[in-house]
């Protein structure tokens, strides 16, 4: 069974940086890709990064030059590094892989 725990997030002042990590366990970490979501009350939950099994990286718009998804084979973790944080930004982070379910997410909230 694979287990995803997001970790990270925090009230943070407008123009900020946070970085989220998650750790997974139960699968293959270093052969498969990641991804990063998030989702606000009353919207769908929304596509954010990716990064492949070799390291290539796809990123929403919204957030492109200004987050950066990484992973740590060697301890089973992907991190998404968030700087000049937008109130726009603010919403629940949920990392994801093949062959696992939403987990609990982590909050960020980017406010004065």
């Known amino acids: 069974q694979v287990r995803l725990v997001e970790s990270g997030g925090d009230l943070v002042q407008p123009g900020g940086s946070l970085r989220l990590s998650c750790s997974s366990s139960?699968?293959?970490?270093?052969?498969?890709?990641m991804g990063w979501y998030r989702q606000t009350p009353g919207k769908p939950r929304e596509f954010v990064a990716h990064?492949?099994?070799?390291?290539?990286?796809n990123y929403a718009d919204s957030v492109r030059g200004r987050f950066t998804i990484s992973r740590d084979s060697a301890n089973n973790t992907v991190y998404l590094q968030m700087n000049r944080l937008k109130p726009e930004d603010t919403a629940v982070y949920y990392c994801?892989?093949?062959?696992?379910?939403w987990g609990q997410g982590t909050r960020v909230t980017v406010s004065s």
């Open positions: 994801m892989t093949v062959g696992a379910s």
């Open positions: 139960g699968t293959k970490f270093s052969m498969n890709a």
């Open positions: 990064i492949t099994a070799h390291g290539s990286t």
